[in-house]
């Protein structure tokens, strides 16, 4: 049969993209217009009747055969008579009618999808009827969760009646629900509460979870070692410890360096009045709660390369007086055998950099030396290191 006219499967193939779409699930809860939904047929033009007349035949026998009158179920076919001078009086199909939500279903073999999806959005508008429309909306989603909405919905009563609790995950008393059961579905149960919850009970800021719905957040860690041996804490000098009680310490030195690679961290040279950070990458800013640093010299050593200088500049959004150390072009040219290729480089503007760290990221994004050029803070030697600090 020719393909450029509408067939069964095609009828099939455009119940299929409303039923991804959600549209068809969606009407067996929210009252639309969707049905009857009238498709236009692809169908032979007037002037092929006559020299396509048997395949034209064959094609409106196909569609009849399992339309509703056919098969009992599915689509009505729309008629037109044509005239043809040759071919005389005919009748062409010229729409298909799907009358109902459930001959579409029949005809897709999702009724057992369609049950599962109203029992689903039942029990969900039963306990809350504000997330009908929710579910409405988002029906394959109702779905995808299953059998969790039994847990989901205990979830979310817990919250509503212990609202901002200030507890761990972990201590959550609810029947049933272990940590992992609310740890994998964070996403779904974000999105139903921040339906179902009064506004006061919400933080709209809150970059995680428990952030947003006032559960407390498992300690940030920052590690750190003291450089200069007066300076140790009862013999420690590699410590990590919770980023609130490190805004607490405040130790007796006037230089801080910073630097992102753990083994540099490490093997950082010892220094009179200084220790090191080390290990944070792109969560430097959580030192933004730590405000002794405000009152130190501050030094950063990134990667040379785009991100190190937009770690810098991160640094510098609460830390101005932040230098940079070992980030110059004629540290990257001492160590020219030992590039690497950065394959994500940041194109950004950043606006907290001296006029000589500007042109030495520019040169970098604008590959001026070769694509992607970086040279990562470890490869720099240890005795280079040394002198720098020493010329401090």
Same mark, same amino acid.
């Given at each position: ?54 395949? =034209? ?13 056919? #098969? ?5 076919? =729309?008629? &037109? ?8 009086? *005919?009748? $062409? ?16 073999? &999702? ?9 689903? @959005? ?8 504000? +997330? ?28 509503? !009646? *212990? ?8 201590? $959550?008393? #609810? ?13 779904? /149960? @974000?999105?139903?509460?921040?339906? =179902? ?17 006032? /559960?407390? %957040? ?14 140790? =804490? ?28 753990? #083994?540099?961290? $490490? ?25 002794? %640093?405000?009152? &130190? ?6 990667? %040379? ?20 150390? !070992? ?25 907290? +950099? ?9 040169? $970098? ?9 970086? +040279? ?17």
């Amino acid at each position: 049969m020719c393909t450029r006219w509408s067939d069964p499967q095609w009828i099939r193939e455009e119940l299929r993209r409303k039923w991804e779409s959600g549209k068809i699930l969606r009407s067996l809860i929210i009252g639309d217009d969707l049905f009857p939904l009238r498709l236009p047929l692809k169908r032979p033009k007037s002037n092929e009747v006559n020299e396509n007349f048997a395949e =034209i035949s064959r094609w409106i026998k196909r569609l009849r055969d399992q339309s509703k009158q056919g #098969i009992g179920f599915g689509y009505e076919l =729309i008629e &037109k008579e044509i005239v043809h001078r040759q071919s005389g009086r *005919n009748l $062409l199909p010229i729409h298909a009618v799907v009358p109902t939500v459930r001959d579409a279903l029949r005809l897709l073999k &999702k009724e057992r999808e369609a049950d599962k999806f109203l029992q689903f @959005a039942e029990g969900i508008t039963a306990d809350w009827p504000v +997330l009908q429309q929710w579910a409405g909306r988002y029906p394959h989603k109702v779905l995808g969760a299953g059998n969790d909405w039994t847990g989901i919905l205990a979830v979310l009563k817990w919250f509503s !009646l *212990n609202p901002r609790c200030g507890l761990y995950l972990r201590q $959550l008393d #609810i029947p049933g629900i272990d940590t992992k059961f609310i740890e994998q579905r964070k996403g779904i /149960l @974000a999105e139903l509460l921040n339906i =179902i919850l009064p506004e006061k009970a919400i933080d709209h800021n809150g970059s995680s979870f428990e952030q947003q719905f006032g /559960l407390r %957040l498992k300690p940030i860690q920052v590690r750190m070692r003291l450089l200069d041996q007066a300076q140790y =804490i009862q013999g420690l000098s590699d410590l990590t410890i919770p980023v609130e009680q490190l805004s607490l310490l405040n130790p007796a030195v006037t230089r801080v360096f910073i630097t992102e690679n753990e #083994i540099n961290g $490490l093997c950082f040279p010892a220094a009179g009045s200084s220790l090191v950070i080390f290990g944070l990458g792109y969560g430097v800013d959580v030192l933004r709660a730590v405000t002794w %640093l405000t009152e &130190k010299e501050i030094y950063y050593w990134g990667d %040379l390369d785009t991100h190190g200088f937009a770690m810098l500049d991160k640094v510098r959004s609460f830390l101005p007086q932040t230098r940079s150390l !070992l980030m110059e072009e004629s540290i990257l040219f001492k160590h020219r055998t030992l590039w690497s290729v950065e394959d994500k480089p940041f194109l950004g503007l950043l606006t907290r +950099l001296t006029p000589e760290e500007h042109r030495l990221l520019c040169s $970098l994004q604008n590959n001026t030396w070769g694509k992607g050029v970086r +040279l990562e803070q470890e490869r720099i030697s240890f005795q280079q290191v040394k002198r720098s600090l020493s010329s401090l």
